[in-house]
């Protein structure tokens, strides 16, 4: 991967932890700055399983690949959200 994907893959995986945040239903007591890293991570998991199921290269807009990137950042806000909501009761 060249260091222009990488740029571009940071770029769109902070738009996918801000849908991945929007997707999960109520409050979310995360801060922003982690809402967004999850998304970069999330953007590369994503990727990871388009390709893994011969998703990833597609003529046009990758839909499914960005259904599966929002769909693990929606999880990882959850996740995220849910054990820093137990660990301060």
């Known amino acids: 991967m060249e260091i222009s994907g990488i740029i571009s893959a940071i ?3 902070l738009i996918i932890g801000a849908l ?7 409050k979310q ?3 922003i700055w982690l809402t967004l890293l999850i998304g970069v991570v999330a953007a590369f998991i994503g ?3 388009a390709s ?3 998703v990833a290269e597609t003529p046009g807009i990758d ?4 259904a ?4 693990v950042a929606a999880a990882g806000v959850a996740i995220v959200a849910g054990a820093k909501g137990r660990s301060r009761a």
């Open 52 to 54: 893994a199921i011969g």
């Open 29 to 31: 007591n995360i801060p």
């Open 63 to 66: 839909w499914i690949e960005l």
């Open 47 to 49: 990727t990871l399983l």
């Open 11 to 13: 770029i769109i995986g």
């Open 20 to 26: 991945g945040r929007l997707v999960v239903p109520g």
């Open 68 to 71: 599966l990137q929002i769909g």
